[in-house]
């Protein structure tokens, strides 16, 4: 059996490796190292496939959310609306711009914003609700649109671990998460769904003036005419080498996807009935494009787990052991004071296993098999 990895980009890098190679050596022989054809090339097709009408490129994804925030005019003092349970990134750029951000509750199945708490939450500072599409499970997209719509807010998509789910709205129509909210931001870092060889991010919006202000910020404030700038911006690109790798990934998104999606099912027939384990959920809504395959343990000592997994050559992961309303550079703004207990309960449950396109039967039956065995025997 090949060794066990939560990700394994090592070898689906092979399996496209000739394609690869032969794009960054055509970048290098280029020599045209930042923007230029291949990196617009690619922001044009990933438009496409996402039905979005810009992509503008990026350095990673937590700059594609600081930039949102700034282009929206969000400023000191503002509000914004956004889950507690994620990844710090989300709201760490609100903070860095002096905007609070007012952490709600998730819905325990989908570990998506709850649209049913985003209204109480709103005041008159509130500018943004920033969801989540965590682990690769879309938010509520067409009550969070609803709400904002409502309260004049804007909505700024945190897509970065669910490129390429489809959203379906109830009157039928069909739009991929990232193109809903007025501006959605995803991140290329290598183990995310859509993968780079290093660092990479970018922005998708439908507005016109958006896409120039998103633009213009990501290049220093500039405006069209070069060495004129007229905001403050700051420097964030996508580098043409990382583009093109990019570009071809982006032409296996779909079979990517198709993969992470059978191992899940694979998982979830293991799993299912099991009184300890309470397989992902999956909203009729969206289509879940399984970032992460992440399981809630009932009654199960989940630290003893990871460890007798680890023992086996099993990794799992805790994303996240510790909610953003209790990290420490949150007590700035109060948020250790509020109480999430939905939030504080996942994150005490919560357990990842590998997932990836590369993952085997045979590999995912032996991680089966250990987790069912640890739980028989431990568990009451
Ligand atoms: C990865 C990630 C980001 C940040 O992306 P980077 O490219 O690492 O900056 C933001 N939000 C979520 C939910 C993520 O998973």
New binding site residues.
Partial sequence: MRPLQMVDTKNQYQKIKKEVDEAVIAVLNSSQFIGGKVVNNFAEHLANYNGSKHVIPCA??????QIAMMALGIKAGDEVITPSF??I??VEVAALLGITPVFVEVDPKTFCIDPEVIEKAITPKTKAIVP?H?YGQAANMEAIMAIASKYNLYVIE?N??AIGSDFFFSDGTQKKTGSIGHIG?T???PS?NLGAFG???AMFTDDDELAITLRMIASHGQSSRRYYHDVVGCNSRLDAVQAAILDIKLGHLDEYIQARRKAADFYDKSFSGNKHIEIPFRAENNTHVF?QYTLILHDVNRDQLNLFLAEKGIPSMIYYPVPAHKQKMFEQFGSDKIELPITDWLTQRVISLPMHTELDEEQQQFIVNHVLEFINQSSI
């Avoid at 990673?60 to 959310?65: H, I, K």
Wanted: aromatic content about 12%; proline content about 0%.
């Fill in positions: 990673n994804g937590t700059d594609a959310l994620t990844y990134a989300t989540v965590l945190d970065a671990q931001c991140s290329f870092y995310k660092d990479g991010g970032h």
